[in-house]
């Protein structure tokens, strides 16, 4: 599928498989979408901008590689977006934040916001959304309209199971957007829940129902 990026690493995949297991414990599953965010964020930031800056190695002086323009977003999409956002902030720690809470309506599966905040200056800089679940991308969607409502015009999307119903979707409301993610699934149930996926991914990492 054009744009979009699936991360088929071993790791990335042994880990998943583990967190799809239902018997896994809460504190694993956070343990386990830590260390997955580290491995995927590796990729979703494999080709940022380089520029050049002198410095002193204790030799000799050097052009050394270091990351050009203003520092990043992550937009963490709540609740399950904090689960990608902390391992995601531990690889790039001077990362600006956004949040952008939604929920999906059980009965309807529309998105429905209840909190946003943002830097002011998103139109200046990279903004990679995050979200473990791409289901109906209703959620994604409609985050990443009010992310551009608000000026972002680079970002890129996170996530760690898709729907193809949901990639479908996304892609055809914002084409200039890429998807990066661990997996694919089979498709989605008549509640909108991904197959096989891993269930209701805020529920798992924080022990809710
Ligand atoms: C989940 C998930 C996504 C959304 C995906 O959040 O984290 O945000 O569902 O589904 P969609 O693609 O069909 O919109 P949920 O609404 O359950 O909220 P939560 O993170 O607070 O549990
Ligand atoms: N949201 C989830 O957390 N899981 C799904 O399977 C679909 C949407």
């Given at each position: 599928m054009q744009g979009v990026t699936v991360v088929d690493h071993p790791l990335v995949q042994h880990k998943l498989s583990i967190m799809r297991k239902k018997e896994t414990s809460t504190a694993s599953f956070?343990?386990?979408l830590r260390e997955i965010s580290l491995l995927l964020g590796y990729e979703v930031t494999r080709n940022l901008?380089?520029?050049?800056?002198?410095?002193?190695t204790p030799m000799e002086e050097?052009?050394?590689?270091?990351?050009?323009?203003k520092k990043l977003v992550f937009a963490s999409v709540l609740r399950a977006g904090n689960g990608l956002l902390e391992g995601l902030l531990d690889l790039v720690p001077a990362a600006r934040v956004a949040h952008v809470g939604l929920y999906r309506d059980h009965d309807t599966l529309e998105a429905v916001e209840y909190f946003f905040k943002a830097p002011s200056?998103?139109?200046d800089?990279?903004?990679?959304?995050?979200?473990?679940?791409?289901?109906?991308?209703?959620?994604?969607?409609?985050?990443?309209?009010?992310l551009k409502e608000r000026g972002a015009t680079?970002?890129?999307f996170l996530c760690l199971l898709a729907a193809p119903e949901g990639v479908?979707?996304?892609?055809?409301?914002?084409?200039?957007?890429?998807?990066?993610?661990?997996?694919?699934?089979?498709?989605?149930?008549?509640?909108?829940?991904i197959m096989p996926g891993l269930g209701d991914a805020g529920d798992r990492m924080y022990g809710t129902k």
């Open positions: 956070r343990r386990l901008e380089l520029t050049t800056e002198k410095i002193n050097m052009d050394a590689p270091t990351l050009e323009g200056d998103l139109g800089r990279l903004v990679i959304v995050v979200d473990p679940m791409l289901a109906t991308a209703n959620s994604a969607i409609a985050a990443i309209d009010k680079n970002i890129r479908e979707r996304f892609t055809k409301a914002h084409p200039d957007v890429p998807v990066f993610t661990a997996s694919i699934d089979r498709g989605l149930n008549e509640k909108g829940y």
